[in-house]
């Protein structure tokens, strides 16, 4: 017999049978599990199963995510570990790690892919893993109050191959048409999971902001459809499983392009079994919305979730609009010149790093804005001439009179290869350093004023630090 239903669920009750039904109440009422997804470009395979072990974590593997893992019991300290302050691995809830497994990606391939409205950053940089940094990923939001948390989150991630970009979704279409292999909607929406977490809260949504999201959506989503080239594909996702913002959305781009574009049916390799509504009330939609997936918090102890694969298998009329122009001069940016960039190398060699064969592998250029020297993707540059940016490539450290400084982002990324002027503090001492504060220290072997690579007794990487006689000055940015 079906239980009293909540409020918020009223409007789901003639979606579900009853067992279902009782399934999704019965899941409601249970706490929802942490999730984590390892980071390919720092840690290993072995890493989930070595944290397991140190941190005491029941472990479970996501069905649908070969990096993603769920917490089998509460834990407090997910989010304290020198792993995470290092960007060793990302907190998200399991569902969310499904948009990004839909792409299909070439394994040989080095794409151009736009996250069209990525803050906070967790899919972009999923992304990034799926591709290993190889390609280049617009990671763009319209919100500016949210970039500097993705700026943040894609620095601890390590990646050399994401440009930040602020600009509304809806015209990255019509400014960059046909200009991405993949493009990835996570729209704006209510949030309506049916499942919560302490990240993430339900409330009430009244149909006129339901109306005007779905509406947006829309917009956003014609938009990416513009972005994409032909053949391309396009995930839409939403963390909401009212209709109006699922399939509803799919059906008018259907309707609007029957011969441009296509629902793939979920690949195999996702082994989930989870429908989109054909219809929803008194509306039908398109038989292509079957395709996508409408994952349910009870069917794999997740939150709600939707997302589906579009295939733009021709052109779509897109008007034209002027783009907005930035050059690098303006953005404060100049070309290294080859004086600077041989003294970069050069001190970099002194940690053992091997700088020119990074720009050589992942095809990047040094920039100078100021003091900090940035390697930058060159496709941006030679694709995206001009187009403004918050943030490109990767920091590589800075310029002064007294030298070259290098920068925490490069060395967390490859901190293997920074393997000389390294220096190990005690287990101890480890909460001190990462709260940021200085550390007394013996007398060191290298002269005060050198930067040293700090790791600890296991040899995990805790940032930089300077030596100044008896002292250890933190360098860890303060974004960390």
């Given amino acids: 017999m079906t239980r009293q239903i909540p409020r918020p669920l009223e409007a789901y009750r003639d979606l579900l049978n009853e067992t279902e039904l009782n399934q999704l109440l019965e899941s409601m009422n249970q706490p929802l599990p942490s999730g984590l997804r390892v980071n390919p470009l720092k840690a290993n395979a072995a890493s989930p199963k070595a944290w397991q072990q140190a941190y005491g974590w029941q472990l479970e593997q996501v069905p649908f995510c070969p990096t993603g893992w769920q917490l089998g019991n509460e834990t407090s300290n997910l989010s304290r570990t020198v792993e995470h302050q290092m960007g060793h691995y990302y907190i998200q809830d399991a569902a969310s790690m499904l948009p990004v497994e839909l792409f299909e990606f070439n394994p040989e391939a080095e794409p151009s892919v736009l996250d069209m409205t990525a803050a906070p950053g967790g899919k972009t940089t999923h992304l990034i893993s799926q591709l290993g940094d190889r390609g280049l990923v617009v990671a763009n939001d319209s919100n500016l109050q949210r970039i500097s948390g993705l700026k943040g989150n894609l620095q601890r991630w390590g990646s050399t191959s994401a440009v930040i970009t602020n600009q509304p979704g809806e015209r990255m279409g019509r400014w960059l048409p046909e200009q991405f292999d993949y493009v990835l909607l996570d729209a704006p929406c209510s949030g309506e999971a049916l499942r919560t977490s302490e990240r993430h809260t339900s409330r009430l949504v009244s149909s006129h902001e339901r109306n005007t999201l779905q509406q947006r959506q829309i917009k956003l989503l014609e938009s990416a459809l ?34 441009q574009i296509e629902i793939r049916p979920i690949p195999q390799r996702v082994p989930i079994h989870a429908p989109g509504l054909m219809a929803a009330g008194a509306q039908a939609y398109d038989a292509e919305v079957g395709k996508a997936l409408r994952l349910w918090p009870h069917l794999y102890n997740t939150a709600g979730f939707f997302a589906a694969l579009i295939v733009k298998r021709d052109q779509i009329a897109t008007p034209s609009l002027e783009r907005p122009q930035q050059t690098l ?58 187009f403004p940016f918050v ?72 940032g930089l630090g300077q030596i100044n006689a008896n002292t250890l000055e933190n360098l860890l940015p303060h974004w960390q």
Wanted: hydrophobic share 35%; net charge negative; aromatic share 8%.
């Fill in 329 to 386: 001069a303006k953005a404060g940016y100049k070309a290294v010149t080859n004086e600077e960039q041989q003294q970069i190398i050069s001190s970099l060699q002194n940690y053992g790093f091997d700088l020119p064969a990074l720009l050589a592998s992942q095809g990047l250029s040094l920039w100078r804005n100021g003091k900090s020297i940035q390697a930058i993707p060159e496709r941006w540059l030679s694709n995206f001439e001009h």
């Fill in 391 to 462: 943030s490109a490539g990767i920091h590589i450290g800075k310029l002064s009179r007294h030298g070259f400084q290098p920068g925490h982002d490069l060395a967390s990324r490859y901190a293997a290869q920074f393997s000389q002027q390294r220096l190990t503090i005690s287990d101890h001492q480890i909460d001190e350093w990462l709260a940021r504060r200085d550390l007394p220290i013996k007398k060191s072997s290298y002269p005060d004023g050198s930067i040293v690579v700090v790791e600890d007794q296991q040899q995990r990487y805790l």
């Fill in 226 to 259: 513009q972005a994409a080239r032909p053949n391309g594909q396009v995930v839409y996702s939403t963390c909401s499983l009212a209709p109006e913002e699922d399939e509803a959305v799919l059906d008018a781009l259907l309707k609007r392009y029957p011969e």
